[in-house]
């Protein structure tokens, strides 16, 4: 089992910043990815970072160049910094785990989830 919190999210301007945290526990994994779920649509993917082998990240189109993830690894901590936030990044953002054999950027590539943090993005 592994469990992961997360933390950072709030209430912010529309060209502002958060760092988002996943902080976990439990058994060892490979890898983190965010996914953000806005209202009445699905849960979709922003960023991921493996670190079996070899270090690699990954970003959705939609956050490329706005959006950086890091890992913590004397904290086991996952970072989500968000630059030049839009009204558009408003949602609930979740981290997840996975054995990170490879960099996928569906859900079925992670094993297991936090409860999420909100972000809000006021324009």
């Known amino acids: 089992q592994v469990q992961l919190v997360e933390s950072g999210g709030g209430l912010v301007q529309a060209g502002g910043s958060l760092r988002l945290s996943c902080a976990a526990s439990?058994?060892?994994?490979?890898?983190t990815g965010w996914f953000r779920q806005a209202p009445g649509k699905e849960r979709e993917f922003v960023a991921a970072?493996?670190?079996?082998?070899?270090?690699?990240?990954r970003y959705a189109d939609s956050v490329k160049g706005r959006v950086t993830i890091s890992r913590d690894s004397a904290k086991n901590t996952v970072h989500l910094q968000m630059n030049s936030l839009k009204s558009e990044d408003t949602a609930v953002y979740y981290c997840?785990?996975?054995?990170?054999?490879?960099?996928?950027?569906?859900?079925?590539?992670?094993?297991?989830w936090g409860q999420g943090t909100q972000v809000t993005v006021s324009s």
């Open positions: 970072i493996k670190w079996r082998s070899w270090i690699a990240t």
């Open positions: 439990g058994r060892t994994f490979y890898s």
């Open positions: 997840a785990s996975g054995p990170g054999y490879g960099l996928g950027n569906t859900e079925r590539d992670f094993e297991y």
